[in-house]
């Protein structure tokens, strides 16, 4: 359980793409706000630090990829050190969710929205950082 009031960015993590999206704690909100592209899980720190300058995050969530039955995947070591490695640039709290099938109710909300893949792959991981964010700040 978490006191913290104001701005929280969210992310998907992804070894080549990070989606981001942005909340509040007293409306508890969350909406999609962009991709960056990452190398080989290594995130765009330029582009990162851009964002929290700008939005002021009070913390940051950042989704945990376990298998169906709770067990640890490969993903998910990989989901750990960058929540490592933001925790220790940006020194802000760094709370860490379960993700699970957060990707797939993503592409179903697009395809019922937009027609089965007409979106970018983009939007379904701005989408699935909104819907980490969004179970995180209803959980708080």
Not at 62 to 77: F, I
Not at 86 to 100: S, T
């Amino acid at each position: 359980m978490s006191t913290l009031s104001g701005t929280v960015i969210g992310m998907d993590f992804g070894t080549s793409k990070i989606g981001i999206a942005v909340g509040q704690t007293i409306t508890q909100t969350s909406r999609p706000l962009l991709t960056i592209k990452s190398k080989k899980g290594k995130p765009n720190w330029a582009e990162l630090d851009q964002i929290i300058k700008e939005w002021q995050p009070v913390a940051l969530v950042v989704g945990r990829p376990v298998h169906m039955d709770g067990t640890e995947q490969e993903m998910t070591e990989k989901a750990d050190k960058f929540a490592r490695q933001l925790e220790q640039h940006y020194r802000l709290p760094l709370f860490q969710i379960d993700e699970r099938l957060s990707s797939h109710e993503a592409e179903s909300l697009l395809d019922e929205a937009y027609g089965k893949q007409h979106y970018a792959r983009e939007e379904v991981d701005k989408l699935a950082a909104s819907l980490i964010l969004q179970t995180w700040l209803q959980q708080q």
